[in-house]
């Protein structure tokens, strides 16, 4: 649908530079490219309502988060209201099944992929108010240092080869016809988003709270790495060990810089391998 690469535009679009229209008015393009969206998605019927209120809770919550007195509580409020839509538990959205049932290698069980807007809208919210990011694409190289690569390179040779001793995936090269599709949107509406989630808010939110007391921030990526960890839970044990030490390069990543750039593309490079060289999503007998 329309929408969701109106959506992922939007989300993209949160590098670009602010348009100056005069002096006392400047707009973010990302502001611009969420409208569009939400009425793209109104007219298409994958957004009613009740979500315009999610999203305008979660709108309001993520900026108040940087100000005042009360900001230890608007993050509080916004991180609740982020999950209730990243978990499509907020009503008035609907999914846009990307891939149906396809079988993308021939000893694995047929996969479905769903793009969600809820949960890229709130990765988009979360990004441009609350994590550390380059503030227009010319900066990326200073949110990408050598350092970061490494961490990228060992993340990925570290996960997949994980994944092949445990007897999760086998070596599958392919490009399935959906593969631009599902890659895309892997990366604008769910690395994004879940790099701004546990990266962006949990773990440099605990960083700071045991920095603050027992100077080091090891222990929040540690813990923040459990989280994303048990979050896969619904997948087994083999992807919960998977998904923790994945979660554990992302983490890495993002210290190298404390930007969220590099996160986003560990977690990517992750995803974009073993959808591209690997048994997608994973070997029947491991299910």
């Not at 939007?10 to 707009?27: E, G, K, M, T």
């Not at 990302?30 to 209120?53: D, F, K, N, Q």
């Not at 590099?262 to 029947?284: D, E, K, M, R, S």
């Amino acid at each position: 649908m329309l929408a969701f690469s109106v959506l992922a535009l939007a989300v993209a679009s949160a590098w670009l530079p602010d348009i100056r229209l005069s002096r006392r008015i400047v707009i973010a393009p990302w502001w611009l490219g969420l409208g569009a969206a939400i009425v793209v998605a109104m007219v298409e019927g994958v957004v009613r309502t009740p979500a315009l209120l999610g999203l305008a809770l979660l709108s309001v919550s993520a900026w108040a988060a940087t100000r005042g007195r009360a900001r230890a509580w608007w993050t509080v409020i916004a991180v609740v209201v982020a999950l209730a839509l990243a978990l499509h538990i907020w009503p008035g959205f609907e999914s846009w099944v990307v891939i149906e049932r396809a079988r993308l290698s021939a000893d694995a069980p047929p996969f479905t992929y769903h793009a969600r807007f809820d949960k890229g809208a709130a990765g988009l919210l979360l990004l441009v108010f609350l994590t550390r990011r380059a503030a227009t694409v010319t900066q990326w190289p200073y949110a990408f240092n050598r350092q970061s690569m490494v961490v990228l390179a060992c993340t990925v040779a570290t996960v997949i080869g994980l994944g092949l001793a445990l007897g999760y995936v086998r070596p599958d090269p392919k490009w399935p016809a959906m593969a631009p599709a599902f890659l895309v949107f892997n990366l604008l509406l769910t690395c994004v988003a879940e790099e701004a989630f546990f990266r962006g808010v949990l773990q440099e939110r605990c960083a700071a709270f045991v920095h603050a007391r027992w100077g080091a921030r090891w222990p929040a990526l540690l813990v923040t790495s459990v989280v994303f960890g048990a979050a896969h839970g619904a997948g087994g044990v083999a992807l919960v060990v998977l998904a923790t030490v994945a979660s554990i390069g992302y983490g890495l990543a993002y210290e190298t810089t404390r930007r969220i750039e590099p996160a986003i593309a560990t977690h990517f490079c992750v995803n974009a391998a073993h959808f591209l060289g690997f048994t997608y999503p994973v070997l029947a007998r491991a299910v």
